[in-house]
């Protein structure tokens, strides 16, 4: 009884001694979930979700706090990817899907204040004080956030059109031809 | 001619539709009007434009110069003026405009200076060179730029170099038509080739189905003293496929996700050979390219063509039969429709075929797939196309290519056979291009999140900066009499608060309405409006006192001969202003007759 009682609390001990020292030793810092919510995300850093950017976004739905719907770029595409990685329900975006698009700032407007520099989190837009701005295209995300600071309202966002580069091959479907 | 050779696992045999071809020798297609050069014939960089509009060019000059290692140079295919350099319907499935210089022809076809090389005497860099700026692209229609292939590795010499006749595709004969008709300036290209890479063996591969390229050939290698061997390989399709012939050839088979460099091996078509001979012996660019115009014509023929062509100029001279529906570029097995005929010629152009519905029947409907593995059994690649087509038709890309879809060569063998008549190469396609479009925007997520990120450390930092540069201000300000405050330094207001005179602060932050100065400024405010509107009034009043207060600095010690200069100069600025305002007068009482 008493040898019982004996090999069980020390077999207590010894797992417990174990467990102590690998959540010490193996300890991860911060939430691996976030990293993996974060990749997903597609890192416009726009802030339409209600977080300031991409990453505090990340961090409310690792936590729960949030739903997996917020976030327009990403689409229902980045819905239900999250769902998967999630194991949530998926849900209808909680806002209008658009098409990628590009901040154009039209130059004969532009009266070189700064304030779209500013508020580009990709710091995507070049220009001086007085000077012309513009955007350099490849860094755009489109998040749309330098055109409200705009004080002449000369930023517009237009919609990526389809060139050479992002052409893609369509899913097959069998085409239904007009009867002549 | 003892060559033992291998086989590769699969292919087809489709009908081959060559013979109506090759009656006629190549012809020279006549001049046309108008030529449109796209920038972009070769896979990588976009080649820039070098001329300008409006500018008198001719045969053979730079129109586009390469943009970096992996691009190629385009040329003028005949003398003539650029018209514009404008987005213009691209030779692609899509249909598509892409950058193209248009050039319309002076009728007079005046080469530039070509010049020669002694390529054998220039260091293989600089034979490397010419070759792009000739721009040499691989001209199967893969239109890879050559001397990017031409690098042998240091620590793998390379042992095999083929040279691609195999031409394995339905309808096509411009490299047949070539090997018997230029069959030395191959046989030269090719040692151009063998002696960049340090090749130990040369092997031309030709189907057997063109016995008169084969002879033609070897008469060649034998003609110039060569010790290449020609080898006709068993007709089969795709043994054209590089893969394929090179398996034929050497049996080696190019693992996946592998090079056929990896194995000591580099292979080239024999246009490409014929072209880098042409550019380094002649010194003429890539001007134009054995086309052959063929299917539901009245004159089946390989031309010449220049490059930039129209294809509907180009298919006139094959003149279609009327009940010609559609235009395949490239072959039936791998070729595409053309959306609009108004595209040019380009260098992956090889072949033009007309169409009717009775050549190219609508496919039938598509039936489920029973799981027959007769595409499995047919794919030269040893692919399960019918398990990449699951997963591409369920959108399931990461398992397409555990599949090793990009091993597939979209020969479309397996379309070809399939019972159900399932479009296989075009969901292959279709996943294909989903995945590449998926890293494009993982790469640019990946790069917004890092200047996201170094933006926010530049602000922390810069944040950080300004505080400590506020606080060593704030630390060395009561050293300086609190009484004489300069009006030309508002700005470290935030960390001067609690130091600087209350002049100061309150003509800074004078906007605030909740500013208790604002009250004491106005006795009477009635509301917020006049509250702030009296503020500012205040704080107007405040600076013009305190620029009124302060003493010009820099004339309060003045030589005697410094004052004179002072006061002369007064004196001219007072007379230039008082003689302006009397023109000003005089000249508004003037214009008003």
């Known amino acids: 009884m008493i040898s019982t009682l004996a090999v069980m609390a020390l077999g207590a001990i010894v797992l417990g001694a174990a467990l102590g020292y690998a959540s010490i030793r193996f300890k991860v810092e911060g939430n691996p979930l976030v990293e993996k919510v974060d990749a997903i995300l597609p890192q416009t850093q726009c802030g339409q979700c209600g977080y300031p950017g991409c990453k505090p976004y990340a961090e409310a739905i690792a936590s729960g706090e949030a739903e997996i719907n917020l976030c327009p770029p990403g689409g229902m595409d980045g819905v239900r990817k999250l769902a998967d990685l999630l194991g949530r329900e998926v849900k209808p975006l909680d806002a209008e899907e658009k098409p990628k698009q590009l901040a154009i700032i039209i130059e004969q407007t532009c009266i070189g204040c700064t304030l779209c520099i500013q508020a580009c989190p990709v710091d995507a837009i070049v220009g001086a004080a007085k000077q012309m701005h513009t955007v350099v295209e490849t860094l755009c995300t489109g998040c749309e956030l330098c055109v409200k600071p705009c004080p002449v309202e000369c930023i517009v966002m237009e919609p990526i059109a389809e060139n050479l580069d992002n052409w893609k091959w369509k899913y097959p479907v069998i085409e239904i031809k007009r009867a002549a | 001619m003892l060559q033992k050779l291998f086989k590769f696992k699969g292919g087809v045999k489709p009908q081959t539709h060559k013979a109506m071809s090759v009656q006629a020798s190549i012809g020279e297609a006549p001049l046309c009007e108008r030529y449109y050069v796209p920038l972009h014939q070769s896979i990588g960089g976009k080649a820039n434009p070098v001329v300008s509009v409006g500018q008198q060019v001719r045969k053979g000059q730079l129109l586009g110069a390469a943009d970096g290692w992996v691009s190629a140079a385009v040329h003028a295919p005949t003398s003539g003026i650029v018209v514009a350099i404008e987005e213009y319907v691209a030779a692609h499935p899509s249909g598509l405009p892409t950058l193209s210089v248009v050039l319309a022809a002076d009728g007079r076809d005046e080469w530039i200076d070509r010049q020669p090389v002694d390529y054998s005497r220039l260091a293989p860099e600089r034979v ?35 040279i691609n006749g195999a031409e394995c595709e339905p309808f096509m004969t411009c490299d047949d038509l070539l090997m018997r008709e230029r069959a030395e300036d ?27 390229a084969v002879a033609a050939m070897q008469a060649a290698v034998t003609r110039l003293g060569e010790d290449y061997d020609v080898v006709a390989v068993p007709t089969r399709y795709p043994a054209g496929g590089a893969k394929q012939l090179i398996r034929v050839l050497t049996g080696k088979e190019v693992p996946a996700s592998r090079r056929s460099t990896d194995l000591a091996v580099q292979c080239f078509n024999v246009a490409t050979a014929y072209t880098a001979y042409r550019a380094l012996a002649h010194g003429e660019p890539v001007t134009s390219r054995i086309v052959t115009l063929t299917g539901n014509v009245e004159q089946a023929r390989n031309w010449d063509v220049r490059l930039g062509t129209p294809m509907r100029a180009a298919m006139t001279l094959a003149q279609p039969r009327a009940d010609t529906q559609q235009y395949l570029m490239g072959g039936p097995m791998m070729g595409f429709e053309i959306p609009d005929l108004a595209a040019p010629v380009v260098k992956a152009t090889n072949c033009l075929i007309a169409g009717k519905p009775a050549m190219f029947p609508p496919p039938p409907p598509e039936m489920p797939c029973i799981r027959c593995g007769a595409c499995a059994e047919a794919c030269p690649h040893e692919l399960q196309p019918f398990e990449l087509y699951w997963f591409a038709r369920a959108r399931n890309f990461g398992k397409t290519q555990e599949y090793y879809i990009f091993d597939c060569i979209e020969c479309g063998c397996c379309s070809y056979v399939c019972p159900s008549h399932i479009p296989l190469v075009q969901y292959f396609r279709f996943a294909k291009s989903e995945i590449w479009a998926r890293e494009r925007e993982k790469q640019a997520a990946d790069a917004a999140k890092a200047r996201f990120e170094w933006r926010n450390a530049r602000e922390e930092r810069e944040a950080a900066e300004k505080a400590e540069r506020l606080a060593k201000a704030a630390a060395s300000r009561p050293a300086k009499p609190a009484s004489s405050p300069t009006v030309a330094s508002p700005a470290p207001v935030v960390a001067a608060v609690e130091t600087a005179a209350p002049e100061v602060v309150s003509t800074a932050v004078a906007k605030s309405d909740a500013n208790p100065a604002a009250a004491t400024a106005d006795p009477t405010p009635t509301d917020a409006e006049s509250i702030k509107r009296a503020t500012i009034v205040a704080a107007m009043e405040r600076a013009k006192a305190q620029r009124a207060a302060v003493q010009p600095k820099n004339t309060s010690q003045l030589t005697a001969e410094q004052a004179k200069e002072i006061a002369a100069i007064d004196a001219r600025r007072k007379a230039v202003a008082a003689d302006k305002q009397a023109t000003a007068d005089d000249g508004g009482v003037a214009d008003k007759p």
């Open chain 2, 186 to 212: 191959i046989v030269r290209g090719s040692a151009i080739f063998r002696e960049l890479l340090g090749a130990r063996q040369v092997l031309i591969g030709i189907e057997d189905n063109k016995p008169e």
């Open chain 2, 128 to 162: 490397r060179e010419l070759l792009r700026d000739a721009g040499v692209v691989g001209l199967g229609g893969a239109v890879f730029p050559s001397h990017a292939k031409l690098t042998a590795a240091k620590n793998l010499p390379v042992e095999h170099l083929v």
